[in-house]
Protein backbone atom coordinates (compact mmCIF):
# COMPACT_ATOMS: atom_id res chain seq x y z
CA UNK A 1 0.00 0.00 0.00
CA UNK A 2 3.08 2.75 0.81
CA UNK A 3 6.40 2.15 0.79
CA UNK A 4 7.90 2.56 4.25
CA UNK A 5 11.32 3.77 2.90
CA UNK A 6 10.13 6.55 0.30
CA UNK A 7 8.53 7.94 3.00
CA UNK A 8 10.98 8.12 5.25
CA UNK A 9 12.98 9.79 2.53
CA UNK A 10 9.94 12.38 1.69
CA UNK A 11 10.00 13.18 5.86
CA UNK A 12 13.60 14.11 5.34
CA UNK A 13 13.42 16.36 3.06
CA UNK A 14 10.60 17.95 3.69
CA UNK A 15 10.85 18.58 7.64
CA UNK A 16 12.82 21.60 8.03
CA UNK A 17 9.87 23.73 5.88
CA UNK A 18 7.56 21.99 8.14
CA UNK A 19 9.09 23.15 11.58
CA UNK A 20 9.46 26.79 9.84
CA UNK A 21 5.34 26.92 8.94
CA UNK A 22 4.20 25.17 12.27
CA UNK A 23 6.20 27.49 14.62
CA UNK A 24 5.21 30.48 12.84
CA UNK A 25 2.11 29.48 12.95
CA UNK A 26 2.38 28.77 16.71
CA UNK A 27 3.90 32.07 17.43
CA UNK A 28 1.10 34.28 15.67
CA UNK A 29 -1.62 32.49 17.19
CA UNK A 30 -0.28 32.67 20.50
CA UNK A 31 -0.09 36.28 20.23
CA UNK A 32 -3.63 36.70 18.93
CA UNK A 33 -4.98 34.78 21.67
CA UNK A 34 -3.11 36.97 24.56
CA UNK A 35 -4.01 40.40 22.27
CA UNK A 36 -7.98 38.99 23.35
CA UNK A 37 -9.16 40.57 26.54
CA UNK A 38 -13.27 41.18 26.38
CA UNK A 39 -12.87 44.96 28.29
CA UNK A 40 -9.92 46.36 25.52
CA UNK A 41 -12.03 44.90 22.83
CA UNK A 42 -13.20 48.35 22.45
CA UNK A 43 -10.16 49.92 22.32
CA UNK A 44 -9.26 47.24 19.63
CA UNK A 45 -12.08 48.50 17.87
CA UNK A 46 -10.90 52.20 18.00
CA UNK A 47 -7.24 51.13 16.73
CA UNK A 48 -8.98 49.54 13.83
CA UNK A 49 -11.02 52.44 12.46
CA UNK A 50 -8.20 54.40 12.73
CA UNK A 51 -6.92 52.15 9.43
CA UNK A 52 -8.16 52.73 6.09
CA UNK A 53 -11.49 50.58 6.12
CA UNK A 54 -10.55 48.44 2.67
CA UNK A 55 -7.65 47.02 4.28
CA UNK A 56 -8.97 46.15 7.73
CA UNK A 57 -11.61 44.06 5.61
CA UNK A 58 -9.52 42.42 3.39
CA UNK A 59 -7.51 41.27 6.17
CA UNK A 60 -11.00 39.56 7.60
CA UNK A 61 -10.87 41.33 10.85
CA UNK A 62 -13.62 43.16 10.69
CA UNK A 63 -16.31 41.01 12.24
CA UNK A 64 -13.96 40.70 15.44
CA UNK A 65 -16.39 39.07 17.64
CA UNK A 66 -16.48 39.42 21.43
CA UNK A 67 -16.31 36.12 22.49
CA UNK A 68 -12.67 34.44 22.33
CA UNK A 69 -13.55 32.34 19.49
CA UNK A 70 -15.06 35.27 17.28
CA UNK A 71 -11.77 37.09 18.12
CA UNK A 72 -9.54 34.32 17.32
CA UNK A 73 -11.74 33.01 14.16
CA UNK A 74 -11.30 36.47 12.74
CA UNK A 75 -7.89 37.48 13.59
CA UNK A 76 -5.88 34.26 13.05
CA UNK A 77 -8.62 32.04 10.92
CA UNK A 78 -9.19 34.85 8.54
CA UNK A 79 -5.91 35.47 6.78
CA UNK A 80 -3.21 33.68 8.45
CA UNK A 81 -4.59 30.90 8.24
CA UNK A 82 -4.92 30.97 4.59
CA UNK A 83 -1.38 32.39 3.62
CA UNK A 84 1.10 30.12 6.11
CA UNK A 85 -0.29 26.56 5.74
CA UNK A 86 -0.38 27.52 1.46
CA UNK A 87 3.18 27.96 1.74
CA UNK A 88 3.76 24.54 2.96
CA UNK A 89 1.61 22.78 0.96
CA UNK A 90 2.41 24.51 -2.48
CA UNK A 91 6.36 23.54 -1.84
CA UNK A 92 5.79 20.17 -0.30
CA UNK A 93 3.18 19.25 -2.94
CA UNK A 94 5.65 19.98 -5.53
CA UNK A 95 7.92 18.17 -4.47
CA UNK A 96 5.70 15.37 -4.03
CA UNK A 97 5.64 14.23 -7.80
CA UNK A 98 6.40 16.81 -10.40
CA UNK A 99 9.97 17.35 -9.30
CA UNK A 100 10.95 13.97 -9.27
CA UNK A 101 9.96 13.92 -12.63
CA UNK A 102 11.19 16.90 -13.39
CA UNK A 103 14.52 16.06 -11.78
CA UNK A 104 14.69 12.65 -13.39
CA UNK A 105 14.81 10.71 -9.97
CA UNK A 106 11.43 9.47 -10.77
CA UNK A 107 13.67 6.99 -12.55
CA UNK A 108 14.97 5.71 -9.69
CA UNK A 109 11.97 5.47 -7.68
CA UNK A 110 10.03 3.40 -10.93
CA UNK A 111 13.17 0.91 -11.77
CA UNK A 112 12.10 -0.54 -8.06
CA UNK A 113 10.00 -3.05 -7.45
CA UNK A 114 6.88 -0.94 -6.38
CA UNK A 115 4.07 0.28 -9.07
CA UNK A 116 3.46 3.91 -9.26
CA UNK A 117 -0.05 4.02 -7.22
CA UNK A 118 2.21 2.90 -4.60
CA UNK A 119 4.50 5.78 -4.92
CA UNK A 120 1.49 8.20 -5.61
CA UNK A 121 0.00 7.17 -2.37
CA UNK A 122 2.91 7.31 -0.06
CA UNK A 123 3.77 11.00 -1.66
CA UNK A 124 -0.32 11.26 -1.29
CA UNK A 125 0.01 10.13 2.21
CA UNK A 126 2.84 12.12 3.56
CA UNK A 127 0.70 15.10 2.21
CA UNK A 128 -2.40 14.73 4.16
CA UNK A 129 -0.80 13.47 7.55
CA UNK A 130 1.60 16.17 7.66
CA UNK A 131 -1.09 18.57 6.87
CA UNK A 132 -3.20 17.10 9.52
CA UNK A 133 -0.56 17.35 11.82
CA UNK A 134 0.24 21.07 11.18
CA UNK A 135 -3.65 22.00 11.93
CA UNK A 136 -3.71 19.78 14.57
CA UNK A 137 -0.88 20.71 16.45
CA UNK A 138 -2.25 24.55 15.90
CA UNK A 139 -5.75 23.29 17.68
CA UNK A 140 -3.65 21.62 20.70
CA UNK A 141 -2.13 24.57 21.00
CA UNK A 142 -4.99 27.02 20.80
CA UNK A 143 -6.70 25.23 23.21
CA UNK A 144 -3.79 24.70 25.62
CA UNK A 145 -3.12 28.57 25.60
CA UNK A 146 -6.36 29.50 25.25
CA UNK A 147 -6.66 27.73 28.88
CA UNK A 148 -3.67 29.11 30.52
CA UNK A 149 -4.79 32.45 29.59
CA UNK A 150 -8.34 32.70 29.63
CA UNK A 151 -9.61 29.45 31.69
CA UNK A 152 -12.79 28.27 30.57
CA UNK A 153 -13.33 31.08 27.95
CA UNK A 154 -12.76 29.32 24.55
CA UNK A 155 -15.90 27.68 23.18
CA UNK A 156 -13.95 24.87 22.95
CA UNK A 157 -16.67 22.24 20.28
CA UNK A 158 -16.21 25.44 18.01
CA UNK A 159 -12.86 25.99 18.16
CA UNK A 160 -12.75 22.07 17.05
CA UNK A 161 -15.17 22.51 14.37
CA UNK A 162 -13.09 25.51 13.06
CA UNK A 163 -10.20 23.83 12.59
CA UNK A 164 -11.90 20.72 10.81
CA UNK A 165 -13.02 22.98 8.44
CA UNK A 166 -9.69 24.36 7.83
CA UNK A 167 -8.14 20.57 7.87
CA UNK A 168 -10.58 19.83 5.46
CA UNK A 169 -10.11 22.98 3.30
CA UNK A 170 -6.66 21.86 3.47
CA UNK A 171 -6.90 18.43 2.55
CA UNK A 172 -8.73 19.90 -1.20
CA UNK A 173 -6.30 22.52 -1.53
CA UNK A 174 -3.21 20.06 -1.01
CA UNK A 175 -6.07 17.96 -3.65
CA UNK A 176 -4.87 20.89 -5.70
CA UNK A 177 -1.52 20.57 -5.77
CA UNK A 178 -0.99 16.86 -5.63
CA UNK A 179 -3.30 17.12 -9.26
CA UNK A 180 -0.90 19.81 -10.45
CA UNK A 181 1.68 17.48 -9.17
CA UNK A 182 0.79 14.75 -11.03
CA UNK A 183 -0.12 16.21 -14.45
CA UNK A 184 2.87 18.13 -15.74
CA UNK A 185 6.24 17.16 -16.49
CA UNK A 186 7.62 20.66 -14.83
CA UNK A 187 8.20 21.78 -11.84
CA UNK A 188 7.37 25.67 -13.31
CA UNK A 189 3.72 23.65 -14.55
CA UNK A 190 2.51 22.44 -11.27
CA UNK A 191 3.35 25.53 -9.91
CA UNK A 192 1.88 27.54 -12.06
CA UNK A 193 -1.70 25.65 -11.05
CA UNK A 194 -0.39 24.26 -7.74
CA UNK A 195 0.69 27.80 -6.48
CA UNK A 196 -1.15 29.54 -8.87
CA UNK A 197 -4.56 28.22 -8.02
CA UNK A 198 -4.55 28.72 -4.21
CA UNK A 199 -2.96 32.24 -4.84
CA UNK A 200 -6.03 33.36 -6.84
CA UNK A 201 -8.29 32.48 -4.24
CA UNK A 202 -6.66 33.85 -1.32
CA UNK A 203 -6.55 37.80 -3.34
CA UNK A 204 -9.95 36.93 -4.39
CA UNK A 205 -10.79 36.18 -0.80
CA UNK A 206 -9.48 39.32 0.31
CA UNK A 207 -10.85 41.54 -2.49
CA UNK A 208 -14.37 39.95 -1.69
CA UNK A 209 -13.86 41.22 1.62
CA UNK A 210 -13.61 44.92 0.59
CA UNK A 211 -16.81 46.20 -0.24
CA UNK A 212 -20.62 45.24 -1.18
CA UNK A 213 -19.91 45.17 -5.34
CA UNK A 214 -17.33 43.06 -5.27
CA UNK A 215 -18.88 40.86 -2.31
CA UNK A 216 -19.88 38.26 -5.43
CA UNK A 217 -15.59 37.22 -6.03
CA UNK A 218 -16.39 35.07 -2.82
CA UNK A 219 -18.04 32.72 -5.09
CA UNK A 220 -14.69 32.20 -7.31
CA UNK A 221 -12.58 31.31 -4.02
CA UNK A 222 -12.38 28.21 -2.47
CA UNK A 223 -11.34 29.57 0.75
CA UNK A 224 -14.86 30.89 1.07
CA UNK A 225 -16.12 27.51 2.11
CA UNK A 226 -14.65 28.13 5.68
CA UNK A 227 -16.78 30.45 7.52
CA UNK A 228 -16.34 30.93 10.93
CA UNK A 229 -19.64 32.73 11.21
CA UNK A 230 -21.49 29.75 10.60
CA UNK A 231 -19.67 27.61 12.74
CA UNK A 232 -19.74 30.38 15.70
CA UNK A 233 -23.95 30.71 15.00
CA UNK A 234 -23.63 26.73 15.09
CA UNK A 235 -25.54 26.62 11.44
CA UNK A 236 -24.73 25.70 8.25
CA UNK A 237 -21.71 24.45 8.18
CA UNK A 238 -22.12 20.95 7.19
CA UNK A 239 -22.56 21.40 3.94
CA UNK A 240 -19.05 23.30 3.76
CA UNK A 241 -17.47 20.35 5.12
CA UNK A 242 -19.59 17.49 2.66
CA UNK A 243 -17.98 20.20 -0.55
CA UNK A 244 -14.51 20.21 0.50
CA UNK A 245 -14.23 16.44 1.67
CA UNK A 246 -15.79 15.12 -1.98
CA UNK A 247 -13.38 17.52 -3.68
CA UNK A 248 -10.36 16.24 -2.26
CA UNK A 249 -11.40 13.02 -3.24
CA UNK A 250 -12.05 13.81 -6.32
CA UNK A 251 -8.54 15.87 -6.60
CA UNK A 252 -6.57 12.56 -4.95
CA UNK A 253 -8.33 10.42 -6.97
CA UNK A 254 -7.82 12.25 -10.35
CA UNK A 255 -4.15 12.85 -9.31
CA UNK A 256 -3.58 9.30 -9.50
CA UNK A 257 -5.44 8.38 -12.29
CA UNK A 258 -3.42 10.87 -14.52
CA UNK A 259 0.21 9.82 -13.09
CA UNK A 260 -0.80 6.32 -13.75
CA UNK A 261 -1.53 6.74 -16.94
CA UNK A 262 0.31 9.08 -18.67
CA UNK A 263 3.81 8.92 -20.35
CA UNK A 264 6.74 10.04 -18.38
CA UNK A 265 9.91 11.87 -20.09
CA UNK A 266 12.43 9.66 -17.48
CA UNK B 1 11.81 -17.34 -24.87
CA UNK B 2 13.35 -14.00 -25.19
CA UNK B 3 14.35 -11.93 -22.27
CA UNK B 4 13.69 -8.79 -23.56
CA UNK B 5 11.00 -9.10 -26.61
CA UNK B 6 10.52 -5.67 -28.94
CA UNK B 7 7.92 -6.22 -31.63
CA UNK B 8 6.77 -4.10 -33.94
CA UNK B 9 7.27 -1.14 -31.21
CA UNK B 10 6.11 2.34 -32.34
CA UNK B 11 5.94 5.61 -30.93
CA UNK B 12 5.70 8.75 -33.02
CA UNK B 13 6.43 12.22 -31.77
CA UNK B 14 5.17 13.97 -35.11
CA UNK B 15 7.83 15.91 -36.60
CA UNK B 16 9.84 12.26 -37.79
CA UNK B 17 11.18 12.18 -34.44
CA UNK B 18 10.36 9.00 -32.20
CA UNK B 19 10.68 5.24 -32.82
CA UNK B 20 9.24 3.16 -36.03
CA UNK B 21 8.04 -0.16 -35.85
CA UNK B 22 11.03 -1.36 -34.35
CA UNK B 23 11.53 -4.93 -33.67
CA UNK B 24 14.62 -7.21 -31.89
CA UNK B 25 14.45 -9.86 -29.60
CA UNK B 26 17.35 -10.29 -27.01
CA UNK B 27 18.13 -13.68 -25.15
CA UNK B 28 18.81 -15.07 -21.96
CA UNK B 29 22.81 -14.75 -21.35
CA UNK B 30 23.17 -12.21 -24.89
CA UNK B 31 24.81 -8.55 -23.90
CA UNK B 32 23.35 -6.55 -26.78
CA UNK B 33 25.01 -3.39 -27.88
CA UNK B 34 22.32 -1.40 -28.98
CA UNK B 35 24.02 1.24 -30.70
CA UNK B 36 23.08 5.01 -32.39
CA UNK B 37 23.68 8.51 -32.41
CA UNK B 38 22.03 10.92 -30.43
CA UNK B 39 18.38 11.22 -30.84
CA UNK B 40 17.85 8.38 -32.96
CA UNK B 41 15.64 6.90 -30.49
CA UNK B 42 17.49 4.35 -28.00
CA UNK B 43 16.23 6.27 -25.18
CA UNK B 44 12.74 5.96 -26.06
CA UNK B 45 13.26 2.59 -26.45
CA UNK B 46 14.73 2.04 -22.96
CA UNK B 47 12.02 4.44 -21.45
CA UNK B 48 9.49 2.07 -23.08
CA UNK B 49 11.29 -1.10 -21.54
CA UNK B 50 11.04 0.94 -18.26
CA UNK B 51 7.38 1.23 -18.63
CA UNK B 52 7.34 5.15 -18.31
CA UNK B 53 6.13 5.37 -21.76
CA UNK B 54 2.89 3.61 -23.06
CA UNK B 55 3.67 2.47 -26.99
CA UNK B 56 1.43 3.72 -29.87
CA UNK B 57 1.16 0.16 -31.82
CA UNK B 58 3.29 -3.04 -30.60
CA UNK B 59 4.64 -4.21 -27.25
CA UNK B 60 7.53 -4.42 -25.16
CA UNK B 61 8.18 -7.83 -23.20
CA UNK B 62 10.68 -8.65 -20.69
CA UNK B 63 10.63 -12.00 -18.81
CA UNK B 64 7.11 -12.47 -20.82
CA UNK B 65 5.91 -9.61 -18.99
CA UNK B 66 4.45 -7.00 -20.41
CA UNK B 67 6.75 -3.55 -19.87
CA UNK B 68 3.97 -1.05 -19.07
CA UNK B 69 1.14 -3.53 -17.29
CA UNK B 70 3.53 -5.64 -15.11
CA UNK B 71 6.55 -2.71 -14.73
CA UNK B 72 7.08 -3.55 -10.71
CA UNK B 73 6.92 -7.28 -10.91
CA UNK B 74 9.70 -6.88 -13.93
CA UNK B 75 11.65 -4.66 -11.68
CA UNK B 76 12.06 -7.49 -9.07
CA UNK B 77 14.38 -8.64 -11.48
CA UNK B 78 16.10 -5.65 -13.46
CA UNK B 79 18.76 -3.08 -13.00
CA UNK B 80 18.73 0.05 -14.31
CA UNK B 81 21.20 2.70 -15.20
CA UNK B 82 19.92 6.03 -16.24
CA UNK B 83 21.48 8.83 -18.90
CA UNK B 84 21.97 10.98 -15.71
CA UNK B 85 21.66 10.59 -12.35
CA UNK B 86 19.73 13.09 -9.92
CA UNK B 87 18.41 12.45 -6.34
CA UNK B 88 16.92 13.63 -3.39
CA UNK B 89 18.64 17.21 -2.75
CA UNK B 90 22.05 16.81 -0.20
CA UNK B 91 21.60 13.02 -0.08
CA UNK B 92 24.53 11.46 0.61
CA UNK B 93 26.30 8.66 -2.28
CA UNK B 94 26.07 5.58 0.36
CA UNK B 95 22.30 6.96 1.76
CA UNK B 96 21.36 6.84 -2.03
CA UNK B 97 22.54 2.70 -2.20
CA UNK B 98 20.86 2.42 1.48
CA UNK B 99 17.62 3.68 0.12
CA UNK B 100 17.10 2.22 -3.17
CA UNK B 101 17.97 -1.50 -1.33
CA UNK B 102 15.44 -0.53 1.02
CA UNK B 103 13.14 0.45 -2.05
CA UNK B 104 13.78 -2.85 -3.82
CA UNK B 105 13.46 -4.60 -0.27
CA UNK B 106 17.26 -6.06 -0.64
CA UNK B 107 18.62 -7.26 2.92
CA UNK B 108 22.14 -8.94 2.09
CA UNK B 109 24.75 -5.71 1.07
CA UNK B 110 27.83 -8.09 0.10
CA UNK B 111 27.62 -7.74 -3.56
CA UNK B 112 26.67 -3.79 -3.16
CA UNK B 113 30.08 -3.58 -1.23
CA UNK B 114 32.12 -5.54 -3.24
CA UNK B 115 30.87 -3.22 -6.24
CA UNK B 116 32.07 -0.41 -4.36
CA UNK B 117 35.31 -1.25 -3.57
CA UNK B 118 35.62 -2.76 -7.55
CA UNK B 119 34.63 0.87 -8.95
CA UNK B 120 36.56 2.51 -5.91
CA UNK B 121 33.38 4.70 -5.18
CA UNK B 122 33.77 7.05 -2.81
CA UNK B 123 30.44 7.15 -1.05
CA UNK B 124 30.90 9.62 1.29
CA UNK B 125 29.94 12.83 -0.65
CA UNK B 126 26.95 14.21 -1.47
CA UNK B 127 25.66 13.12 -5.06
CA UNK B 128 24.87 17.02 -6.00
CA UNK B 129 28.94 17.67 -5.77
CA UNK B 130 30.17 14.51 -7.14
CA UNK B 131 31.84 14.53 -10.04
CA UNK B 132 30.53 12.82 -13.21
CA UNK B 133 32.50 10.66 -13.55
CA UNK B 134 31.58 9.10 -9.65
CA UNK B 135 28.13 9.72 -10.23
CA UNK B 136 28.28 7.21 -12.88
CA UNK B 137 30.02 4.81 -10.55
CA UNK B 138 27.69 5.65 -7.99
CA UNK B 139 24.76 4.73 -10.93
CA UNK B 140 26.27 1.44 -11.75
CA UNK B 141 26.36 0.09 -8.33
CA UNK B 142 23.16 0.61 -8.33
CA UNK B 143 22.11 -0.81 -11.34
CA UNK B 144 24.30 -4.54 -9.98
CA UNK B 145 24.18 -4.32 -6.80
CA UNK B 146 21.01 -6.44 -6.03
CA UNK B 147 22.06 -9.31 -8.73
CA UNK B 148 19.39 -8.48 -11.27
CA UNK B 149 18.56 -11.20 -13.68
CA UNK B 150 17.83 -8.12 -16.42
CA UNK B 151 20.20 -5.20 -17.17
CA UNK B 152 19.37 -2.08 -18.72
CA UNK B 153 22.34 0.36 -19.08
CA UNK B 154 21.69 3.11 -20.82
CA UNK B 155 25.31 5.65 -22.19
CA UNK B 156 27.03 3.34 -19.07
CA UNK B 157 30.27 4.42 -19.86
CA UNK B 158 29.83 7.81 -20.38
CA UNK B 159 32.37 9.86 -17.91
CA UNK B 160 34.34 7.43 -17.04
CA UNK B 161 37.99 7.23 -17.51
CA UNK B 162 39.93 4.67 -19.43
CA UNK B 163 40.75 2.36 -16.70
CA UNK B 164 37.23 2.36 -15.17
CA UNK B 165 36.18 1.73 -18.29
CA UNK B 166 38.31 -1.71 -17.92
CA UNK B 167 36.65 -2.62 -15.05
CA UNK B 168 33.58 -1.76 -16.24
CA UNK B 169 33.85 -4.22 -19.32
CA UNK B 170 35.31 -6.67 -16.86
CA UNK B 171 31.80 -6.55 -15.05
CA UNK B 172 30.08 -7.20 -17.85
CA UNK B 173 32.27 -10.55 -18.55
CA UNK B 174 31.34 -11.69 -15.37
CA UNK B 175 27.82 -10.77 -15.73
CA UNK B 176 27.38 -12.50 -18.82
CA UNK B 177 29.10 -15.40 -17.54
CA UNK B 178 26.41 -15.68 -14.64
CA UNK B 179 24.23 -15.81 -17.50
CA UNK B 180 22.25 -12.29 -17.25
CA UNK B 181 20.62 -11.17 -20.05
CA UNK B 182 22.50 -7.38 -20.36
CA UNK B 183 20.76 -4.41 -23.08
CA UNK B 184 23.49 -1.38 -23.21
CA UNK B 185 22.89 1.99 -25.48
CA UNK B 186 25.77 3.33 -26.91
CA UNK B 187 26.27 6.33 -29.54
CA UNK B 188 30.44 4.76 -30.26
CA UNK B 189 31.15 1.15 -31.71
CA UNK B 190 34.28 0.99 -29.81
CA UNK B 191 33.15 1.60 -26.50
CA UNK B 192 30.83 -1.64 -26.71
CA UNK B 193 32.43 -3.79 -29.49
CA UNK B 194 34.89 -5.26 -26.66
CA UNK B 195 31.26 -6.94 -24.25
CA UNK B 196 28.31 -7.23 -26.82
CA UNK B 197 27.55 -10.61 -28.73
CA UNK B 198 25.27 -8.79 -30.82
CA UNK B 199 24.85 -5.04 -32.03
CA UNK B 200 21.34 -3.24 -33.12
CA UNK B 201 22.06 -0.44 -35.46
CA UNK B 202 19.09 2.25 -35.09
CA UNK B 203 18.69 5.46 -37.07
CA UNK B 204 15.79 7.87 -36.88
CA UNK B 205 13.65 5.57 -34.97
CA UNK B 206 14.16 2.98 -36.89
CA UNK B 207 16.06 -0.50 -36.48
CA UNK B 208 18.12 -0.33 -39.61
CA UNK B 209 20.12 -4.00 -38.57
CA UNK B 210 20.99 -6.12 -35.78
CA UNK B 211 24.23 -7.88 -36.64
CA UNK B 212 26.08 -10.70 -34.89
CA UNK B 213 29.51 -9.15 -33.38
CA UNK B 214 31.91 -10.92 -35.00
CA UNK B 215 30.59 -10.89 -38.57
CA UNK B 216 30.03 -7.03 -38.22
CA UNK B 217 33.65 -7.16 -37.44
CA UNK B 218 34.31 -9.58 -40.58
CA UNK B 219 32.75 -7.11 -42.15
CA UNK B 220 34.05 -4.18 -41.18
CA UNK B 221 36.33 -2.18 -43.51
CA UNK B 222 39.26 -0.66 -41.05
CA UNK B 223 41.66 2.16 -42.30
CA UNK B 224 45.64 2.29 -41.58
CA UNK B 225 47.42 5.13 -42.09
CA UNK B 226 50.75 4.69 -42.80
CA UNK B 227 53.58 7.32 -43.69
CA UNK B 228 56.19 6.39 -46.02
CA UNK B 229 60.10 7.40 -46.01
CA UNK B 230 59.20 9.43 -49.16
CA UNK B 231 56.12 10.50 -51.37
CA UNK B 232 57.95 8.47 -54.15
CA UNK B 233 57.51 5.50 -52.30
CA UNK B 234 53.99 6.16 -51.21
CA UNK B 235 52.64 6.53 -54.92
CA UNK B 236 54.90 3.26 -55.34
CA UNK B 237 52.55 1.50 -53.08
CA UNK B 238 49.34 3.26 -53.98
CA UNK B 239 49.77 1.53 -57.79
CA UNK B 240 50.26 -1.99 -56.46
CA UNK B 241 45.99 -1.60 -56.73
CA UNK B 242 45.71 -4.38 -54.50
CA UNK B 243 42.98 -2.51 -52.52
CA UNK B 244 39.76 -1.03 -53.06
CA UNK B 245 40.67 2.31 -51.75
CA UNK B 246 44.02 3.68 -51.20
CA UNK B 247 44.24 7.85 -50.43
CA UNK B 248 47.10 9.75 -51.06
CA UNK B 249 48.75 12.71 -48.91
CA UNK B 250 52.74 13.12 -49.76
CA UNK B 251 53.63 10.61 -48.14
CA UNK B 252 51.29 9.26 -46.48
CA UNK B 253 48.58 6.70 -47.52
CA UNK B 254 45.37 6.08 -46.05
CA UNK B 255 44.65 2.13 -46.70
CA UNK B 256 40.92 0.77 -46.21
CA UNK B 257 41.08 -2.98 -45.49
CA UNK B 258 38.06 -5.42 -45.29
CA UNK B 259 38.61 -7.85 -42.62
CA UNK B 260 42.15 -9.95 -42.67
CA UNK B 261 45.06 -7.56 -42.70
CA UNK B 262 47.80 -10.17 -44.44
CA UNK B 263 47.40 -9.06 -47.76
CA UNK B 264 48.39 -5.39 -46.95
CA UNK B 265 51.43 -6.86 -44.56
CA UNK B 266 52.31 -8.89 -47.37
CA UNK B 267 52.83 -5.83 -50.03
CA UNK B 268 54.05 -3.92 -47.42
CA UNK B 269 56.89 -5.84 -46.58
CA UNK B 270 59.12 -4.41 -49.35
CA UNK B 271 58.96 -0.16 -48.09
CA UNK B 272 60.53 1.51 -45.12
CA UNK B 273 57.64 2.49 -42.99
CA UNK B 274 57.96 5.53 -40.84
CA UNK B 275 54.51 5.05 -38.89
CA UNK B 276 51.65 2.66 -39.01
CA UNK B 277 48.50 3.81 -37.42
CA UNK B 278 44.80 2.75 -37.35
CA UNK B 279 42.22 5.14 -38.15
CA UNK B 280 39.31 5.34 -35.13
CA UNK B 281 36.08 4.47 -37.15
CA UNK B 282 33.14 7.07 -35.83
CA UNK B 283 29.66 5.33 -36.32
CA UNK B 284 28.89 6.83 -39.36
CA UNK B 285 31.85 4.84 -40.50
CA UNK B 286 30.86 1.74 -39.61
CA UNK B 287 27.59 2.48 -41.18
CA UNK B 288 29.50 3.24 -44.45
CA UNK B 289 31.45 0.21 -44.12
CA UNK B 290 28.42 -1.67 -43.18
CA UNK B 291 26.22 -0.73 -45.88
CA UNK B 292 28.78 -0.04 -49.01
CA UNK B 293 28.69 3.17 -50.12
CA UNK B 294 26.45 3.73 -52.09
CA UNK B 295 23.07 3.02 -49.63
CA UNK B 296 24.95 4.45 -46.84
CA UNK B 297 25.70 7.78 -48.91
CA UNK B 298 21.61 8.35 -49.00
CA UNK B 299 21.16 7.47 -45.65
CA UNK B 300 23.49 10.09 -44.83
CA UNK B 301 22.47 13.12 -46.61
CA UNK B 302 19.19 11.88 -44.77
CA UNK B 303 20.54 12.15 -41.75
CA UNK B 304 22.11 15.30 -42.17
CA UNK B 305 24.54 16.26 -38.85
CA UNK B 306 24.26 13.30 -36.76
CA UNK B 307 27.69 11.92 -35.30
Known amino acids: ?266 | MSVIEINGLTKDYGNHKGIFNLSFHVEKGEVFGYLGPNGAGKTTTIRHLLGFLTPDIGSAKILGMDCRKNTAEIMKNLGYLPAEIAFFDGMKGMDFLKFMGEMRGLTDTSYRDKLIEKFQLDSKGTIRKMSKGMKQKLGIVCAFMHDPQVLILDEPTSGLDPLMQNIFAELILEEKAKGKTILMSSHSFEEIEKTCDRIGIIRTGELVATEDIHVLKTKRRKSYIITFDSPAAASAFAKTDNFDKITLDGATAIVDVLGSVTKLMKSLSGYTIIDFDTQKNSLEEVFMQYYGTTEAKGNTTKQGGAR
Do not use: C, W
Not at chain 1, 124 to 146: E, K, P, Q
Not at chain 1, 148 to 169: A, Q, R, V
Not at chain 1, 174 to 201: E, H, M, Q, R, Y
Open chain 1, 1 to 266: MFSKPLFKATIKQNYIVFIIILAVLMFYLSIIIQMFDPSTQDTLDEMLKVLPQGLVAALGFSEAGTTLLGFVASYFYGFLIFLLPMIYVIIVANRSIASHVDKGSMAYLLSTPNTRGKIARTQAGFLLISITLLIGIITIVGILVSEMIFPNELDIKGFLLLNLNTLLLYFAVTGIGFFASSLFNDTKNSLALGAGLPVAFLVLQMLSGTGESVEFLKYFTLFTLLDPDKIISGEGYVINFVILTLLAIILYASGFFVFKKRDLPL
